[in-house]
T-cell receptor, first 115, second 114 residues
Framework: DTGVSQDPRHKITKRGQNVTFRCDPI?????LYWYRQTLGQGPEFLTY????????KSRLLSDRFSAERPKGSFSTLEIQRTEQGDSAMYLC?????????????FGPGTRLTVL | AQTVTQSQPEMSVQEAETVTLSCTYD???????LFWYKQPPSRQMILVIR??????QNATENRFSVNFQKAAKSFSLKISDSQLGDAAMYFC???????????FGSGTRLLVRP
C-alpha cells in the first residue's frame, strides 16, 4: 500500500494562468476527496467522488474550479484563470466504502502559489 | 451550520508529560464520527485516533486517548508521555453520518519542550 500521492508537490504560477493537479488514491479506495488548506487554518472540503461520480461539491468550488475522476482511479483538479486568493495547499484524500468508519487518508498536498 | 471549534491555538508540554487538546463541535445528528489528525511541519496529515459517536467507550491508541462527552459535544485528545516527535499541528474533525466530507477545526499547535 503506497499511500495517496499528489503531483506536483509545488506549483508557482502567474495570475490568470490555468493549473492542473493530480491525485492518485490508495489502490482499491473508491472514494476520493479534495480539500483546500490556507496558512494557519484547517482544511476545507471542496468536493468528493465515489468511483467516477462526483457526489458533492462545496460552494467554495467556483466555476473556475473543475475536478474529474474519469475512470474511478486518479483524479485531477483544474483551476482556470488563477487568482492570488487561490494560493493554498490543495490536499487529496481517499477512503474505502468497505470500512464502516470510512477513514480518510491524506496525501502530501500540492502547494500553489499565484504571483 | 456544522462547526468544529478548537479554542487553543497553541499548547506547550514538557517531554514525558501529559497534555490535553480541546475540541467542541456542533451537530444535530445522533450518528457521526470524530477524528484527530496530526500534521507535522511540511509533512502530510496522518490519522491519530477516531471515535464513533454511538460507542460510549473512549478510543485509545497507545499513548493517545480521547475523552468523548456526547451530551456536551466535546472530544478532547490526551497525549501521555509526550515525545519530541509529537510536535505538530493537531486538527479535530467531524464527519456526519449523512455526508462523507470532513469538517475541521482551526487546529492546535503543540510544542514539546525537551
Amino acid at each position: 500500500d503506497t499511500g495517496v500521492s499528489q503531483d506536483p508537490r509545488h506549483k508557482i504560477t502567474k495570475r490568470g494562468q490555468n493549473v492542473t493537479f493530480r491525485c492518485d488514491p490508495i489502490s482499491e479506495h473508491n472514494r476520493l476527496y479534495w480539500y483546500r488548506q490556507t496558512l494557519g487554518q484547517g482544511p476545507e472540503f471542496l468536493t468528493y467522488f465515489q468511483n467516477e461520480a462526483q457526489l458533492e461539491k462545496s460552494r467554495l468550488l467556483s466555476d473556475r474550479f473543475s475536478a474529474e475522476r474519469p475512470k474511478g482511479s486518479f483524479s485531477t483538479l483544474e483551476i482556470q484563470r488563477t487568482e492570488q486568493g487561490d494560493s493554498a495547499m490543495y490536499l487529496c484524500a481517499s477512503s474505502s466504502t468497505v470500512s464502516s468508519v470510512d477513514t480518510q487518508y491524506f496525501g502530501p498536498g500540492t502547494r500553489l502559489t499565484v504571483l | 451550520a456544522q462547526t468544529v471549534t478548537q479554542s487553543q491555538p497553541e499548547m506547550s508540554v514538557q517531554e514525558a508529560e501529559t497534555v490535553t487538546l480541546s475540541c467542541t463541535y456542533d451537530t444535530s445528528e445522533s450518528d457521526y464520527y470524530l477524528f484527530w489528525y496530526k500534521q507535522p511541519p511540511s509533512r502530510q496529515m496522518i490519522l491519530v485516533i477516531r471515535q464513533e459517536a454511538y460507542k460510549q467507550q473512549n478510543a485509545t491508541e497507545n499513548r493517545f486517548s480521547v475523552n468523548f462527552q456526547k451530551a456536551a459535544k466535546s472530544f478532547s485528545l490526551k497525549i501521555s508521555d509526550s515525545q519530541l516527535g509529537d510536535a505538530a499541528m493537531y486538527f479535530c474533525a467531524k464527519r456526519m453520518d449523512s455526508s462523507y466530507k470532513l469538517i475541521f477545526g482551526s487546529g492546535t499547535r503543540l510544542l514539546v519542550r525537551p
